[in-house]
T-cell receptor
């Protein structure tokens, strides 16, 4: 079945540093990837839609200069949290949609828990 | 705009009881897909079911069953004979298909007590 690998699972960083999170589709080509953020005891909120070879589309209220998304290939999208602050501490989850979008197959990564000190 | 409402924030049941998690959705799409996911403390989303808008047949998978009613825009999830391992947060989600993301409900935290 379709597998999405997300790395790292856990990351702790100091305030002001940047953190990169990778989302890879292991056995299928992902034309579209979605990045979600989940604060403790809350739901998953869509941050941005990433399409291979084009700029990401950000949801209202999400700073594109702070959350840099790159989808340079059909199997990899990266989210970079720049100049991280404690309020950026959250659980970040990606999902990938295969090229066979008619089946609307969405596969989620295991998530990345970011803690900013 | 699409919206998913899970009115139950937290539910607590005793092991072996049946429990139903409610999900009500709003969409203007004629074709759409509904999902349920389980999120244990580890955080990973576990896919449970996908149902498209043209298939109103109820589904049963072991102790899990789903009741899809387009007339009331509901997609409820029942766990029969609950077990402690069922304790988790359950999310109902909706998408219009194509290259559109999932819209999630706020989730229902289920606690099954031994």
């Amino acid at each position: 079945g379709a597998v999405v690998s997300q790395h790292p699972s856990w990351v702790i960083c100091k305030s002001g540093t940047s953190v990169k999170i990778e989302c890879r589709s292991l056995d299928f080509q992902a034309t579209t990837m979605f990045w979600y953020r989940q604060f403790p005891k809350q739901s998953l909120m869509l941050m941005a839609t990433s399409n291979e070879g084009s700029k990401a589309t950000y949801e209202q209220g999400v700073e594109k200069d702070k959350f840099l998304i790159n989808h340079a290939s059909l199997t990899l999208s990266t989210l970079t949290v720049t100049s991280a602050h404690p309020e950026d501490s959250s659980f970040y989850i990606c999902s990938a949609q295969g090229a066979d979008s008619g089946a609307n197959v969405l596969t989620f990564g295991a998530g990345s828990r970011l803690t900013v000190l | 705009a699409q919206k998913v409402t899970q009115a139950q924030t937290e539910i607590s049941v005793v092991e072996k009881e049946d429990v139903t998690l409610d999900c009500v959705y709003e969409t203007r799409d004629t074709t759409y897909y509904l999902f349920w996911y389980k999120q244990p403390p580890s955080g990973e989303l576990v896919f449970l079911i996908r149902r498209n808008s043209f298939d109103e047949q109820n589904e049963i998978s072991g102790r899990y069953s789903w009741n899809f009613q387009k007339s009331t825009s509901s997609f409820n999830f029942t766990i029969t004979a609950s077990q402690v391992v069922d304790s988790a947060v359950y999310f109902c989600a909706l998408t219009g298909g194509g290259n559109t993301p999932l819209v999630f409900g706020k989730g229902t935290r289920l606690s099954v007590i031994a």
